[in-house]
């Protein structure tokens, strides 16, 4: 079983950094692929980045490339977040989640492929 809790959450200004870590409490994180994704309020939720579970492949949204890297930590049991250059338009609630399908070793952006997800936590970027 997967039981996944982010932390790191918070307010900064435009232009500043935040790091979002996700833990598993279950013991087959590294049987999956880890996504992150997040949700503006009136928005759906959207696909952030996603890395393959032997963290060789890792995915971006367009809108996050450069600014943002996905890594993963698999005796911690742990994925993180590293996120620069944040703008106000990156406010949301960030979800991390699980994917035990995949096949290919290409990280999915598809957020139907994830069975996982924590309760997410608060990213708020002011102007």
């Known amino acids: 079983q997967v039981q996944l809790v982010e932390s790191g959450g918070g307010l900064v200004q435009a232009g500043g950094s935040l790091r979002l870590s996700c833990a598993d409490s279950?013991?087959?994180?590294?049987?999956?692929?880890m996504g992150w994704f997040r949700q503006a309020p009136g928005k759906e939720r959207e696909f952030v980045a996603a890395?393959?579970?032997?963290?060789?492949?890792?995915n971006y949204a367009n809108s996050v490339k450069g600014r943002f890297t996905i890594s993963r930590d698999n005796a911690k049991h742990t994925v993180y977040l590293q996120m620069n250059s944040l703008k106000p338009e990156d406010t949301a609630v960030y979800y991390c989640?699980?994917?035990?399908?995949?096949?290919?070793?290409?990280?999915?952006?598809?957020?139907?492929?994830?069975?996982?997800w924590g309760q997410g936590t608060q990213v708020t970027v002011s102007s």
């Open positions: 279950g013991r087959t994180f590294i049987n999956y692929d």
């Open positions: 890395i393959s579970w032997s963290g060789v492949s890792t």
């Open positions: 989640a699980a994917n035990g399908r995949s096949t290919s070793g290409w990280p999915s952006s598809r957020r139907y492929e994830y069975d996982y």
